[in-house]
């Protein structure tokens, strides 16, 4: 199992919820910095981590763990995802946990501003 590629799709399975760490984490019940560790690689998510994130957000427990390519179909049928979300997607697939890390944490600052909503 590559963990860095299940690590970028437990992100990209939150976004496709459209949710920030804070809110996702308290959609799930589970704690801010317990989201944080799984997503910047200090954790390794357990099962039942994997099975509620897939439940929440309609994809498959063997698309998050990289077992597949195939997301589920529920995680289809939602919005495609914005064009320049997937190509900041792309860009970071090459970053490794921390660089992610401090990415995904410039981005959350970014989102509590209330100057760069829509």
Do not use: H
């Amino acid at each position: 199992m590559n963990l860095d590629l299940m690590r970028q799709r437990l992100i990209e399975a939150r976004a496709l919820v459209n949710m920030n760490r804070k809110d996702f984490a308290a959609a799930l019940g589970i704690p801010y910095r317990t989201i944080t560790n799984y997503e910047n690689g200090a954790r390794e998510p357990g099962s039942d981590y994997i099975s509620k994130v897939a439940d929440f957000c309609g994809c498959t427990t063997d698309w998050l763990l990289g077992l597949s390519e195939s997301i589920g179909e529920k995680a289809k049928d939602a919005d495609a995802l914005d064009p320049q979300l997937e190509l900041l997607i792309n860009v970071c697939r090459p970053l490794n946990s921390a660089a992610i890390g401090r990415l995904i944490a410039y981005a959350e600052d970014l989102t509590f501003n209330p100057a760069n909503k829509k």
